[in-house]
């Protein structure tokens, strides 16, 4: 008995130990912070995106968590987003006008709640702070 319940708390420990270093390395939801930026955006000129959101989100607790909501948002055709951890919320433009749900979605399929998501008019200047 004492046996079995020893290597329970075996492998509760090396579970444990393993999630710890895990992120250690790469941050609390993953992502290694130096990873290849594949939904980057090669227009950033803000007169392009006639269309501008405003999104509210929550769930993210690092750096790597804003980037990683950041690449699916500039993955989307025609979007270019930049999303601020310390406000938790992503300012999106779009050179065209992008459904709601496909948007929400981008964020949605990484784990973490859109709470608002606001499409704002006029000529909005993108933040990369």
Not at 45 to 57: A, F, G, V
Request: with cysteine; aromatic share 4%; charged share 25%.
């Amino acid at each position: 008995m004492s046996a079995v319940l020893i290597a329970v708390l075996l492998v509760i420990c090396s579970v444990a130990v393993c999630s710890v270093i895990k992120r250690a390395a790469y941050g609390c939801c993953g992502s290694v912070s130096h990873e290849r930026e594949d939904g980057s955006v090669s227009d950033k000129n803000p007169s392009h995106y006639p269309y501008r959101w405003t999104m509210l989100i929550s769930g993210m607790k690092c750096n790597d968590c804003a980037r990683k909501i950041e690449r699916s948002l500039d993955r989307i055709d025609g979007v270019w987003a930049r999303v601020d951890l310390k406000h938790g919320s992503a300012e999106i433009l779009g050179k065209a006008l992008i459904d709601d749900m496909t948007l929400r979605l981008g964020v949605e399929n990484l784990g973490y709640q859109v709470s608002a998501l606001v499409r704002n008019a006029g000529k909005d200047v993108l933040s990369c702070e």
